[in-house]
């Protein structure tokens, strides 16, 4: 847009050219700042490649493209905790709009850094209530949010909770599960507590190799199931854009980890 005025404006005024890229300056001063995310990573830049293009692409479809609209900023601790609060202080004096963080010790030190911007920790399996980062699942307070990648009971309940709110009307929902997966008993210890919590009638269907899938949804159609949760397992996740598209297929609501 900048480029056409500038065009139609030489073509006007000839010889007064040269005051444009003042006027450019000046309008560029007025525009808001692009805003920042930031990335602390406890891993070094050649091991984060992969986490860090998965994370352009995920902005990239919510139409944030880095260097047009968004910028990232991101540091990495090459396995050296000590590091990890001068790495997050570097990046608390960008002022960004959040800070994602990638493991239990670096989120423990951001929290000490800031108190006020927001930061999004990923890939944990440790309790942020027991560590003192949010007062509770259901009211954390604070600025600490992120994944959580857990079988316990509030966990689930809070899972099942967000399906209902963004679909909210269903009362039958299949669990999808590996069950020779370490967390598929905690699971099923969890699920049915939590889904009588939230009104809701459960089936459980198990996986153990990609040829059952196709079996285990038509078990859930023919149950009548209205919604799916498809728990954290690796199992499940190297499948996940089979199960996905499938779901997709059926047009159910689901919760996937």
Known sequence: MLDTGRRAFITLLGGAAAAWPLAARAQRAQQPAMPVVGVMSPLSVATAARNLSALRNGLRDLGYTEGRNIKIESRFADGVAERFAALVADLVALKPA???????????AARKVTRTIPLIWFGSVDDPVALGLVESFARPGGNVTGFLLSSDARMVSKRLQLLLDAAPGFSRVGVLLAPDYATAD???????????????????????????????????AHDGMQALYVSETPHLLTHRAEIAAKVASMRLPAMYL
């Open 98 to 108: 959040a800070i994602l963080v990638g493991s239990t010790t670096a989120i423990l």
């Open 186 to 220: 905690g699971t099923l210890k969890s699920i049915p507590p939590a889904a009588r919590g939230l009104g809701l009638d459960v089936g459980v269907y198990e996986v153990r190799s990609e040829t059952e899938l196709e079996a285990v949804f038509a078990a859930a």
